[in-house]
């Protein structure tokens, strides 16, 4: 439905200069991937994010409108990141760390199977499924897959 990839102002300085220092780099990129995709945050079922650092994870999630900075506390409870029922379903697979490294393809792979019904651990709403490549790296990447009942 819709994928980007670019950088922020990371790319442009050493990282203790840029303008948005605590950034994974997608402040600019996700609200263009929406748009794209004519969608919102809430339209999202799963996200498959590459774990690169741990809070680069929660840096991409907050960048990509699930919840302001100062909220990731109360958001990033197990409850809300687990199949079946979760409030957002994360690497429904194990992700890098649980299923396999290969740079973050697996990811691509278990959104598609969470559009198409088909994961061993089915997020709830499968309708939209979100792959966040890379944060903290430039380029960074994202990329929505929906479900033909989206389409």
């Known amino acids: 439905m819709g994928g980007v990839s670019g950088s922020d102002y990371r790319a442009g300085a050493p990282a203790h200069n840029a303008p948005d220092y ?17 969608l919102t945050p809430s339209d999202v079922g799963s996200v498959q994010s590459y774990e690169n650092f741990t809070g680069a994870v929660a840096m991409a999630l907050s960048e990509h ?5 100062e909220q ?10 687990t199949a079946a029922d979760g409030r957002l379903p994360l690497n429904t697979s194990g992700g890098n760390m649980g299923e396999c490294y290969v740079q973050g393809f697996e990811l691509v792979l278990e959104a598609a199977r969470q559009v198409r019904g088909t994961s061993t651990s089915q997020a709830q709403r499968n309708d939209v499924a ?3 490549g890379g944060p903290m790296v430039s380029p960074t990447s994202s990329l929505l897959l929906g479900s033909e009942a989206t389409l």
């Open 22 to 38: 605590a950034s994974a780099g997608f402040s600019r990129m996700a609200k263009d991937l929406f748009k794209m995709a004519g």
């Open 65 to 69: 409108g699930f919840f302001a900075p």
């Open 72 to 81: 990731a506390n109360d958001f990033l409870k197990l409850e809300n990141l």
């Open 130 to 132: 979100l792959v966040i």
